[in-house]
């Protein structure tokens, strides 16, 4: 029902923004062709994406647990695998690949505390009170990482439900990766 957008056919005010996913990328992945029907959310996507992966407190399998949990948790079919990918690429721990995309525990107790962070979050609508943000405090985390994982999840929220919306295509840099999600 939506279309796959390329650089020549994409509304104007798309086109830089895929240009930049081409070259972050080295592609232009199938939820950016379908973003490009919205400029200002594509937009806001990439912005949030972009933050959250620069200017956040997180290191790179931080980002990604965060990234991966709302993924799971929102049953993305496209998140999971691409994230998988991006993941395998930067070569990060396959057991802390195969916990998120499994939905069981992750081998780092900080990283756990970060997960069910996130997770609580996602689950109570960010209606988690005091007890769960000072478990996640005393993890390690900083108060001002407590607000960064929101940026993250307002980038997943717009991923996430774009894809449900749309049933967006996994790339085939990423088919290796497809996913379902476990029955518990």
């Known amino acids: 029902m939506f279309t796959y957008y390329e650089l020549d056919t994409a509304p104007e005010e798309s086109k830089p923004l ?7 990328f080295g592609m232009i992945p199938n939820l950016h062709k379908i973003l490009a029907e919205a400029p200002a959310t594509y937009k806001a996507y990439n912005q949030t994406f972009t933050s959250f992966m620069k200017e956040t407190a997180f290191s790179p399998v931080e980002q990604q647990v965060v990234f991966m949990t709302s993924n799971f948790e929102n049953n993305c079919h ?5 994230h998988t990918w991006m993941m395998k690429s930067s070569k990060m721990p396959d057991d802390v690949i195969e916990a998120l995309r499994n939905g069981t525990n992750l081998p780092d107790a900080k990283l756990q505390a970060l997960h069910d962070f996130t997770k609580a979050l996602l689950d109570n609508r960010g209606h988690i ?7 996640f405090l005393n993890a390690g985390y900083t108060k001002r990482q407590a607000l960064e994982v929101l940026t993250g999840l307002a980038s ?11 049933h967006t295509k996994v790339d085939d840099a990423m088919k290796s990766y497809v996913w379902e999600k476990p029955e518990k």
């Open 78 to 82: 496209y998140c999971v695998p691409g």
């Open 156 to 166: 997943k929220l717009i991923s996430n439900f774009t894809n449900a919306l749309t």
């Open 129 to 135: 009170g005091d007890d769960k943000l000072n478990e």
């Open 18 to 24: 895929m240009e930049q996913s081409l070259a972050g």
